[in-house]
């Protein structure tokens, strides 16, 4: 029979593409926010983050834009290659008091990236 | 620099045994992190530890669940006496968490597949 999981939404893209995983976070007081990028077999591989007294934060081929008032998230990635292809996750947490490390993750997104 | 690092990679063990999992965070943090991933729920976590202390261990699914950190650098999740659902990877994760509660990375080992038969 069929299994159930999560279904992941998928993006495809073509080397050289830009990319724009998006996600939407749940929690109005999650003031750091970071992406990841998981390949199979392997752990989360931490890519960039960005704290929420910032909007914009770039490092190397990516962005990460945040809009706190619509409580949403995308990382863009530039001239995307093969070795791109992976599942990306967003996380948040609130940095305060117990909850600190406590990241909620978003469901991931796939990403393929066709030479 | 080393990152996290966890043992077993891989296990298979039969229902009702015992299973322990290892992890040596990333040396100087002071703060640790058991999470589990499953196609069903995706990535949880269970419980963490600063300064050896455990803080929040809500997601600790049982009492077949149990973990400890003697010290800080090293720490064990147990399952005791583990079921077919148990059946995930295991990361652990650490960061350097700054007085005040600073925010800062949280960076993964590369995990403990485990299946129970």
New interface residues.
Partial sequence: GE????HLPTLSVQEGDNSIINCAYSNSAS??F?W?KQESG?????II?I?SNMDKRQGQRVTVLLNKTVKHLSLQIAATQPGDSAVY?CAE?Y?????????T?G??TILTVHP | DAGVIQSPRHEVTEMGQEVTLRCKPISGHNSLFWYRQTMMRGLELLIYFNNNVPIDDSGMPEDRFSAKMPNASFSTLKIQPSEPRDSAVYFCASTNRAQGGTGNTIYFGEGSWLTVV
């Fill in positions: 299994s159930v999981g999560l003031d750091y970071i990841y392997k752990g989360p591989q931490f983050d704290r996750f947490n940095a305060g008091g117990t909850s600190y490390g406590k990241l993750f469901q991931g």
